[in-house]
């Protein structure tokens, strides 16, 4: 996709050796909060390469962010145009649209993205306000399988162009967003597959425009493996569980929404279907159901999840005192 300026998705992974990487590579950004601007800050990345992608912020962090030289922000309500606007007048805005999310394993629609009439108003306002609407995005959800999604998106981006030109804006900024998926159980599309789709609905885009995505666990996935240990296991009601020193709160959350991770042990028995849980007492914290394992599994073993760099670490949390996983960069 030689036209589509990549702006790395910092929450994905936001380790400072990662962050540390992508800046070297010549990598933009995409953040979500004003501690993900301090990272990159902290590590001399440029503000002016760092958009502001969550279209909900606190008036604080507006403030911070425009104060520390981010131009970027985006909006999918008129309240957040207005909130924008009033900190920053002459801040550079883009508008998320809400986009099918049809085939994603982490679908992102419903929480953001302005539908069409919320847009006529968001355009109506902006153009009353005189701020400056310049440009449109979208997400097709993370983790997506169907690359139609990114085409539908653009097409419906590229019509939303046409009506903030016809009340006299000037889109220059198309935006499409994350989605990019990597390689866990389930078949997924070639990232050029999906280039092939992006590259045809692009094509009639001019020069003018500055085509930008968000790519986060496609930049990181392959990255890591994540490691843990076997606590114990157990029957119950016929069933064989194995619980993780390290589960759903350690950093394996995606699994809640139904992602499933490949793992391997260092065991070569019969597989059995096991349940897998994490070390804490909260009843989410079940990573898998019936999931093919070793039998010979026991307490002490190592668990090891390839592909496990996206979502992770940046997830973890210390619920019931159990400490955050450490990262070794090798
Ligand atoms: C605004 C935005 N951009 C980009 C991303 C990155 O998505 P992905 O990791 O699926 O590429 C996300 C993920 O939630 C997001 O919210």
């Given at each position: ?11 994905a992974n ?168 990597v ?33 986060g666990r496609y930049l990181v996935s392959?990255a890591a ?82 592909n496990a760099g996206a979502y992770t670490?940046s ?16």
């Amino acid at each position: 996709m030689p036209r589509v300026h990549p702006h790395y998705a910092v929450k994905a992974n936001p380790n400072p050796q990662v962050l540390k990487t992508l800046i070297e590579e010549g990598a933009g950004f995409e953040i979500a909060s004003v501690a993900e601007l301090d990272f990159l800050l902290d590590l001399g990345q440029k503000a002016q390469d760092i958009y502001y992608s969550n279209p909900m912020k606190s008036r604080e962090f507006v403030r911070y962010a425009a104060a520390k030289g981010v131009e970027w922000f985006v909006l999918d309500s008129v309240e957040e145009l207005r909130k924008i606007f009033s900190v920053k007048p002459n801040a550079k805005l883009y508008l998320r649209i809400d986009t099918p999310n049809i085939g994603s394993d982490w679908p992102l629609s419903g929480k953001f993205g302005a539908h069409p009439a919320e847009v006529r108003e968001i355009i109506k306002t902006a153009v009353e306000l005189k701020a400056d609407l310049a440009g449109v995005t979208f997400h097709v959800g993370s983790q997506c399988r169907n690359p139609q999604n990114w085409r539908v998106g653009i097409e419906s981006a590229l019509k939303v162009f046409q009506q903030m030109r016809v009340v006299g804006l000037n889109p220059r900024l198309l935006n499409i967003g994350g989605g990019y998926p990597v390689r866990h159980v389930k078949p997924i599309p070639s990232i050029e597959k999906i280039g092939e789709v992006v590259n045809e609905a692009i094509a009639c885009v001019s020069d003018g425009i500055r085509i930008m995505a968000e790519p986060g666990r496609y930049l990181v996935s392959d990255a890591a493996y994540f490691v843990c240990r076997v606590v114990g296991t157990a029957t119950r009601a016929g069933k064989r569980w194995m619980y993780w020193d390290a589960g759903v709160f350690g950093g394996i959350i995606e699994t809640q929404e139904g992602l499933i991770y490949e793992v391997r042990t260092d065991r070569n028995g019969r597989l059995i279907p096991w349940v897998v849980a994490g070390p804490t007492c909260d009843s989410m914290d079940v990573l898998m159901r019936d999931h093919m394992l070793p039998e010979d599994v026991q307490e002490g073993d190592y668990i090891y999840i390839p592909n496990a760099g996206a979502y992770t670490s940046s997830y973890a949390s210390n619920f019931n005192g159990f400490p955050l996983p450490g990262v070794i960069v090798i």
